[in-house]
């Protein structure tokens, strides 16, 4: 997963910056249910947006189309970045670990 974080550096205002490869996998922090999404999204609604705290540190918004209600996911649980042909950055839940 790549990014470019905005047009400019938010602490110091240096225009040169550069893509940064991130960690593709997190723990979910906050969520919500989206109803009511734009039109990139109609389709796919309700569905959670997400923020993920990433491995290594850093935040992350996203979204996950296969959470449909807030009885599908907690606060703290692990997810990693799904290659998707929609927009926007999507998560997916990770397999459960045996103990």
């Given amino acids: 997963m790549t990014a470019?974080?905005?047009?400019a550096c938010s602490q110091?205002?240096?225009p040169d910056l550069e893509e940064a490869e991130l960690p593709g996998r997190g723990t979910v922090v906050a969520f919500t249910i989206l109803s009511v999404p734009g039109d990139?999204?109609?389709?796919?609604?309700p569905y959670?947006?997400?923020v993920?705290?990433?491995?290594?540190?850093?935040?992350v918004t996203g979204w996950m189309p296969t959470v449909r209600s807030e009885r599908d996911l907690?606060?703290?649980?692990?997810?990693?970045f799904v290659t998707s042909y929609k927009p926007g950055v999507q998560f997916a839940k990770d397999a459960p670990t045996s103990t």
């Fill in 52 to 59: 993920v705290e990433l491995e290594g540190g850093g935040r």
């Fill in 12 to 14: 110091c205002g240096n």
């Fill in 74 to 80: 907690t606060i703290g649980e692990r997810v990693h």
């Fill in 4 to 7: 470019t974080w905005g047009l």
């Fill in 48 to 50: 959670a947006y997400v």
């Fill in 40 to 45: 990139e999204f109609l389709n796919e609604a």
